[in-house]
């Protein structure tokens, strides 16, 4: 489990000592971005969380995709609502604005570490290359895990993409490198990795 601060105190340098020590690394380690809002005293006055907005024509479908990809789930609505399209109805979104389903637009991670995503939907399609993905990160790492038992865990979630709508853009290896992904895209045509 990640280490959490349990003080505004702790300084930026000791909480990486902290995680250094822990030899907590990797995803889910830390999901806030520090920010010192100090004098300079080298303290961390505060933690910055933030959350993942990904533009796309159908959030609902993309909601599904990706919860499936990262192993998360699709948001619960808020407290005193039977779905998020009732949500957006009770602050005043147009009805035109909703689209169709329940208004299910959002994913979280069940364990509460990673970041939240948000598919906002927008008027217009993707045109150019992303300058931002994910790597969605199934192979282990280099120096514990054979290239080959790599390979046949990427293939294998590549397969389990595939099935649940994502497409393969290319093979990412090359003879003699100790590295194999592939690239996909998404249902909307958002690239990503896997590795």
């Not at 995680?19 to 999901?31: D, I, K, N, Y």
């Not at 990809?69 to 949500?87: K, S």
């Amino acid at each position: 489990m990640p280490a959490r601060c349990a003080s505004a105190e702790l300084t930026h340098g000791r909480l990486i000592e902290v995680l250094a020590a822990s030899r907590l690394t990797g995803p889910g380690v830390v999901r806030t971005v520090s920010q010192n809002l100090s004098d300079g005293s080298g303290r961390m006055a505060a933690m910055v969380s933030y959350q993942l907005v990904i533009d796309c024509a159908a959030p609902e479908r993309m909601a599904r995709f990706w919860a499936g990809a990262l192993r998360y789930r699709v948001e619960p609505p808020p407290g005193g609502f039977d779905t998020w399209r009732d949500y957006w109805r009770s602050i005043g979104v147009p009805e035109d604005e909703l689209g169709e389903g329940d208004g299910s637009d959002s994913i979280v991670d069940p364990e509460g570490y990673g970041p939240r995503i948000w598919f906002q939907q927008v008027p217009e399609g993707k045109v150019v290359k992303n300058r931002f993905h994910l790597d969605v990160k199934v192979g282990g790492k280099r120096e514990d895990v054979p290239l080959e038992t790599r390979k046949a865990r990427v293939d294998a979630e590549v397969e389990r993409l595939a099935q649940a709508g994502a497409t393969i853009v290319r093979l990412l290896s090359q003879p003699g490198v100790d590295h194999y992904a592939v690239a996909m895209a998404d249902p909307e045509g958002n690239e990503f990795d896997v590795v």
